[in-house]
């Protein structure tokens, strides 16, 4: 016992200064490493915490409806439904193809063409989307007379202001617009009035009316007489609107000429037109329309456009300077405003495969910005 006593004390490890100093070294540094993990655990959490919050949007965008179907020249509200935090910016609406349905800066759908179209709302960097089915208008009567005699609603007689002292009508045409059109084409219509009659209206139609770009200044001409005489108005927007469309344009006019009282709907499409100078326009009166060439992309097949089953013909795709969208701080929310029209043989459509028609026109039909508050509207010619 005693030898294996002595064996043990002999292998007894000795604890020496610089021995007790390493292991004291040894236990700190455990522990200091110990502790700076653990903070480097908590900072990264805390840091995953924040991205994860700061990737989570805000808003969140739901249409009430994913799919809607309407015909050719019908329209549809789209009901959008926000949650969350909502900046000041607008929603921005977009459609992936406007030859088979527009939509407005309110959410408002018309169908152009059969086909899909799927619409895009934007607000604070999410979207939402809905798919729009546009079907063709059913025809009324499956079996028409080949020859049908025509039944044209009277034209009413007599002038808006009653004046008989009215200076002459005089409109000059810049620039060349047919049936075949390229991305360069673009016509500028120059006038000292707007017409007084029914009468100087059918004047203005032989003048302009077999151009493409002339559908656009009737209609535009037939807005601002609604506004004075509803009755010689909408015998105007027969002449130059489809008939599929035209109770919508009716409807439409008297809703922002009327309900919402924005007599200068017409003039904030006409050059020099600002909500900063009361929508008064550079007298003579003068609208340029131009090719809308993003719509137009095959426009060496066949003229461009795209083709009607309802109309039998293309239609073409026209624009126009859009300053009815300026908001107060200087922005654009649509720099152009879109047309369609075609010219038919169809029977029952004012056309008369000679004089072209407005198809469609979703912004025209919208209400544009307030008049400034500091330059009021003083209307146009004849009717000031």
């Given amino acids: 016992m005693y030898i294996w006593g002595l064996c043990l004390e ?23 490493l110990k502790t700076g993990i653990a903070i480097m655990a908590i900072f990264a959490g805390l840091t995953l915490s924040s991205c994860k919050k700061d990737d989570a949007p805000d808003t969140k965008l739901s249409f009430a409806k994913d799919n809607v179907s309407i015909k050719v020249g019908e329209t549809a509200t789209l009901s959008l439904k926000i ?33 899909v179209a799927i619409i895009t709302a934007t607000h604070n960097k999410v979207s939402a989307t809905c798919k729009v089915t546009v079907s063709a208008t059913p025809n009324p009567n499956p079996n028409p007379n080949p020859n049908p005699k025509p039944n044209p609603k009277p034209n009413p007689t007599g002038s808006i202001t009653g004046k008989t002292d009215l200076p002459a009508l005089n409109l000059t045409i810049e620039g060349t617009m047919g049936d075949k059109l390229s991305v360069t084409d673009k016509q500028t219509f120059t006038f000292n009035r707007f017409p007084d009659s029914v009468e100087e209206f059918q004047t203005v139609r032989e003048k302009v009316g077999t151009s493409p770009a002339g559908a656009i200044l009737l209609q535009i001409m037939a807005m601002e007489m609604y506004a004075h005489n509803k009755t010689i108005g909408e015998a105007c927007i027969r002449l130059c609107v489809t ?15 009327y309900e919402y009282k924005q007599p200068y709907a017409a003039a904030s499409l006409l050059k020099g ?22 719509l137009m992309k095959d426009i060496d097949k066949n003229g461009g456009g795209s083709y ?14 859009n300053f009815r969208r300026e908001k ?57």
């Fill in 328 to 384: 107060g701080n200087g922005e654009m929310s649509k720099k152009y405003s879109q047309f369609t029209v075609l010219k038919t043989a169809k029977s029952d459509e004012p056309s008369q495969n000679k004089y072209y028609l407005v198809f469609s026109s979703g912004d025209i039909l919208v209400a544009p910005e307030p008049v400034s508050f500091t330059n009021p509207y003083k209307g146009l010619a004849p009717f000031k």
């Fill in 308 to 321: 009607s089953e309802i109309f039998q013909t293309y239609a073409l795709y026209l624009k126009v300077d």
């Fill in 243 to 257: 008939s599929t469309y035209q109770n919508q344009v009716i409807e439409a006019f008297k809703r922002v000429i």
């Fill in 83 to 115: 949650e969350g935090k909502k900046e000041s910016e607008a929603v921005v609406y977009n459609s992936d193809d406007p030859r088979i349905a527009t939509v407005s800066d309110k959410g408002v759908v018309t169908g152009v063409g059969e086909g």
């Fill in 273 to 294: 037109a600002r909500r900063t100078n009361g929508y008064n326009p550079t007298e003579p009166y003068s609208i340029t329309v131009q090719v809308d060439e993003a």
């Fill in 10 to 32: 002999a292998h007894k490890p000795q604890i020496t200064p610089l021995t007790n100093k390493l292991l004291i070294f040894y236990i700190m540094t455990t522990k200091l």
